[in-house]
């Protein structure tokens, strides 16, 4: 049996697993502080975040602990209290409860959850820093000042020298469990792209891509292509759409936005997409009901964009428009997807698991039943091909 020393596990199913060794901590038992590495540009915080607020119910302390100065963690020094050494009186010190450990209580005073300390950027932080984790993670204390009851640590960062990863002390290593994690493309389309409005033409061209595309090796003073990297630039691209008339029409554009943020290889290849797919004008196909003017590609790469910005056009219409428009959208949707499957039945088939991913993802009602439906009675022989296609795939 061969092992993959660099095996990496998806963040959203090892977090559960993450729970019970914070619910053991809290128990008191022995067990190592989880220590989340991986790649920057993930999701690490915000999906912890996410899954121990939401599914687990509980109170979480996030903390940027490699960037938080150092008085925030240590406390700051009091010098009123005196002591007597040899006879003689003389001012002593004891630190002030550092803010983290006050937080920590603050939470404490308004409800008995179970509390997450979660150290983010663990790896940036000095040695100073981190050598009061050996407090933490042994007593369960700061300063000497006691951690709420039913509280557990859990770090995250990188060890890699490109995100700047600072030496961790053996006594701290030798209390933490280093856990390998990734993101898979198809958690993050389902469960953040599509949900929080990243924009279709980029998750489209990552659905086909996203093994080169989507988590790039980290790099130092270039940018590369990332959950994050490619969520930032969804929220600049969608606002371009939205507001700038001529953005559309000036591919230079997009080539300039999409490489200052996922770097040249990742922005040359969306631009000659984003290029594809500006050519079928679908907003106003969709708009007049007509596609006496569409040309149907022969390529395969142009038809699978012509596919995928025709499911795009469908939802986003299926969710502002009326009941009688839904029903034309749908129908012309049914004339497209009949053009595409004479050349390619795989990519219709496509285009249907894509709505049905997204209606899960969206929570839309019934949006492909009323397309089966449709395509039962308008051309059934078609309807049971794709019906199958999905069965298989």
């Known amino acids: 049996m061969e092992f993959n020393l660099h095996q990496k596990n998806s963040i959203k199913k090892i977090l559960p697993y993450i729970g019970g060794m914070l619910k053991l901590q ?12 991986g790649p920057p540009g993930i999701g690490k915080t915000q999906m912890c975040k996410k ?48 803010q983290l450990l006050s937080d920590s209580w603050k939470i404490r005073q308004k409800n008995d959850k179970p509390i997450i300390i979660f150290l983010d ?27 709420p009851d039913n509280c557990a640590f859990l770090l995250a960062g990188n060890f890699g020298q490109k ?35 990243i924009n279709s033409k ?47 029409k000036n591919n230079n554009d997009i080539f300039f936005w999409a490489e200052s943020h996922v770097g040249n290889n990742c922005a040359s290849e969306f631009t000659k997409y984003y290029n594809i797919y500006s050519q079928f004008d679908l ?21 699978y964009i012509l596919m995928l910005g025709s499911v795009n056009e469908l939802v986003y219409r299926y969710q502002t428009s009326s009941s009688s428009e839904k029903q034309k959208d749908i129908h012309l949707f049914i004339q497209i997807l009949q053009k595409v499957a004479n050349i390619s039945k ?14 899960n993802a969206l929570g839309l009602k019934k949006l492909y039943t009323k397309i089966k439906n449709s395509l039962d009675t308008i051309d059934p022989k078609l309807s049971e091909n794709i019906n199958h296609g999905i069965i298989q795939l």
Do not use: C
């Open 26 to 37: 809290m128990a008191g038992q022995e067990v190592a502080i989880p220590f989340l590495q």
């Open 51 to 98: 899954h121990f607020i939401e599914k687990e119910n509980m109170n979480f302390v996030d903390t940027h602990f490699g960037l938080t100065p150092y008085e925030d963690v240590s406390g700051l020094p009091n010098f009123d209290m005196s002591v007597y050494i040899d006879g003689e009186q003389v001012s002593t010190t004891k630190f002030t409860p550092p």
């Open 121 to 147: 950027d663990f790896h940036l932080a000095p040695s100073l820093l981190k050598s009061l984790g050996y407090e933490m993670f042994t007593e369960n204390k700061l300063r000497g000042y006691r951690f």
């Open 163 to 197: 995100a700047g990863a600072e030496t961790i002390p053996s006594p701290i290593v030798n209390r933490i469990a280093r856990i390998q994690v990734g993101i898979f493309f198809e958690d993050w389309k389902r469960d953040y792209a599509i949900p929080n409005g």
């Open 202 to 248: 980029i998750i489209n061209f990552l659905s086909k891509n996203h093994h080169l595309y989507f988590e790039e090796d980290e790099q130092i003073n270039t940018p590369w292509a990332s959950a994050r990297s490619w969520s930032y630039f969804s929220t600049l691209l969608n606002n371009l759409e939205k507001y700038d008339n001529n953005f559309n």
């Open 283 to 303: 907003a106003y196909i969709f708009e007049n009901n007509d596609i006496s003017n569409l040309e149907i590609p022969n390529q395969l790469n142009e038809l």
């Open 346 to 359: 795989e990519i219709a088939i496509t285009g249907i698991n894509e709505i049905i991913e997204i209606e």
